[in-house]
């Protein structure tokens, strides 16, 4: 079965302290690996993605994430929050089982302190 | 200009009641989505439509029905709404139905009383 699990429900951070925002995914099949972010009444936007090139992935607002197949897992990052990235995340695994098929994560809220 | 937009932003109603939620994009893509947004903030897809065409229809009670009149507008219709029909509800669009990228619209958020 596939599926993606995001391990924090909530991450608080201080603003200028580094982000990090588990994922981890279950795939039988070759994934591609998103990260959307969601900010308060507005639709998801697309923060990168993973699609079998670089593990290292750079996304917009300075985010990024790393691939590591051995550990099933997608972490995102940021090396200085911001408090305009106080929002909700997603994880996101897309798989290709003859048709595509897309697996949201449960989501991640980010707190960020002044 | 709003790529994909989605009408209207907040709609509540009554239990039994039918309704609307209308969606047009301007990026000329040719696959659009419904996704349902819980409580818990858990995206579960409803609908996807290539080219006017339905494509993936996962299980949804068939009080939701999809209208595509064009590829640049998926509607979706609510028949005898139920308690349990309040979510925030996201259309969506990608280039194509194998295109990866998701452009969202800002939701419509349901109430069902």
């Known amino acids: 079965a596939q599926s993606v699990t995001q391990l924090d429900s909530h991450v608080s951070v201080s603003e200028g302290t580094p982000v990090l925002l588990r994922c981890n995914y279950s795939s039988s099949y070759s994934p591609s690996l998103f990260w959307y972010v969601q900010h308060p009444n507005k639709g998801l936007q697309l923060l990168l993605k993973?699609?079998?090139?670089?593990?290292l992935v750079k996304g917009i607002n300075g985010f990024e994430a790393e691939f590591k197949k051995s550990e099933t897992s997608f972490h995102l990052t940021k090396p200085s929050a911001h408090m305009s990235d106080a929002a909700e995340y997603f994880c996101v695994v897309r798989i290709n089982t003859g048709g595509f098929k897309t697996i949201f994560g449960a989501g991640t809220r980010l707190f960020v302190k002044a | 200009d709003t790529a994909v937009s989605q009408t209207p932003k907040y709609l509540v109603t009554q239990m039994g009641n039918d309704k609307s939620i209308k969606c047009e994009q301007n990026l000329g893509h040719d696959t659009m989505y419904w996704y349902k947004q819980d409580s818990k903030k858990f995206l579960k897809i409803m609908f996807s439509?290539?080219?006017?065409?339905?494509?993936i229809n996962e299980t949804v009670p068939n009080r939701f029905s999809p209208k595509s009149p064009d590829k640049a507008h998926l509607n979706l219709h609510i028949n005898s709404l139920e308690l349990g029909d309040s979510a925030v509800y996201f259309c969506?669009?990608?280039?194509?139905?194998?295109?990866?990228?998701?452009?969202f619209g800002s939701g419509t958020q349901l109430s069902v009383l």
């Open positions: 969506a669009s990608s280039q194509t139905a194998t295109n990866e990228k998701l452009f």
């Open positions: 439509y290539n080219n006017k065409e339905l494509i």
């Open positions: 993973y699609t079998s090139a670089a593990t």
